[in-house]
């Protein structure tokens, strides 16, 4: 028998700010779980790179598997504070050794692994003297959308850059998400301008909860990150958001407003899936 959705809980985005001190950056985490979970979220999403971020752009990232003492840290603080806990994304070890997976793991209250969802889109990106990246070097991207069925509601995974992908939020909310997670590490230079307008347009276009936990300022010399972790409702109003430090955001997730919000503008209904030139 599935259980039906609680209608109404609160959620928390967790922002950080990771270094290449694995340990410091666990530790970190840990703390803002428990805040978290002292304003009694029962959702905890952490960022993109909640494990580590290096120095080295070009260096392939340490990574384990996903049974790994860095995704058990994780699952501890599901069964530790009874909440469902969203590791951002962690470095995985792939087949073959030569390059990693950018994987989020969504764990129950049991610490159970609920779902696992490898980041499609992976940024390759060059602004001079602005941002440069290529994170296929060392990252093999994902082929799969995911969508996690709990008592909280469906959520859709995804990782920082697939927000630029319109089409991947639309799958998920056509599949039967109501909750888009999209933890991140948006550079400074792009978020400015675009992660904002980017959020609340996944939220608006597809009538969901969008909730962003994110990175925030400089990990090394010449990488540096937006911030701004936002947790958005499906009308696309932004009714939490942290721009800067480490630190939690709540906000009460209220899927009987999401419904009604569907019947009055059933945008999702109207949508032509099958359109040719």
Request: glycine content about 6%; proline content about 5%.
């Amino acid at each position: 028998m599935t259980r039906r959705p609680r209608r109404r809980f609160v959620a928390a985005a967790v922002q950080l700010r990771s270094t290449e001190d694995l340990e410091r950056n666990l530790a970190e985490a840990e703390r803002l779980a428990a805040e978290a979970a002292s304003r009694g979220a029962r959702l905890i999403a952490f960022p993109e790179h909640a494990d580590i971020v290096l120095a080295d752009k070009t260096a392939v990232p340490p990574a384990q598997r996903l049974d790994g003492e860095v995704a058990r840290r994780f699952a501890a603080m599901a069964v530790r504070h009874r909440a469902y806990v969203l590791a951002g994304s962690i470095y995985e070890r792939a087949p073959g050794g030569r390059k990693v997976r950018n994987t989020s793991i969504l764990f129950a209250p049991t610490g159970r692994r609920l779902a696992v969802y490898r980041k499609i889109h992976l940024f390759d990106v060059a602004i001079p003297g602005r941002a440069a990246y290529r994170e296929s070097r060392t990252v093999e991207a994902g082929t799969a959308r995911v969508l996690a069925r709990t008592p909280l509601g469906t959520l859709g995974l995804s990782i920082c850059y697939d927000l630029r992908f319109p089409e991947l939020y639309r799958e998920l909310a056509m599949a039967g998400a109501k909750i888009l997670m999209v933890p991140s590490a948006f550079t400074a230079y792009t978020g400015r301008f675009h992660w904002t307008a980017l959020l609340r347009a996944r939220a608006i276009e597809n009538l969901c909860w969008v909730i962003a936990p994110a990175q925030w300022g400089r990990h090394h010399p010449g990488r540096d990150s937006y911030g701004h972790t936002m947790i958005v409702d499906p009308w696309g109003t932004v009714v939490a958001s942290r721009p800067r430090g480490t630190g939690v955001v709540t906000a009460t997730i209220d899927l009987d407003r999401l419904d009604r919000l569907r019947r009055e503008l059933p945008a999702l209904s109207h949508a032509r899936r099958a359109l040719r030139g």
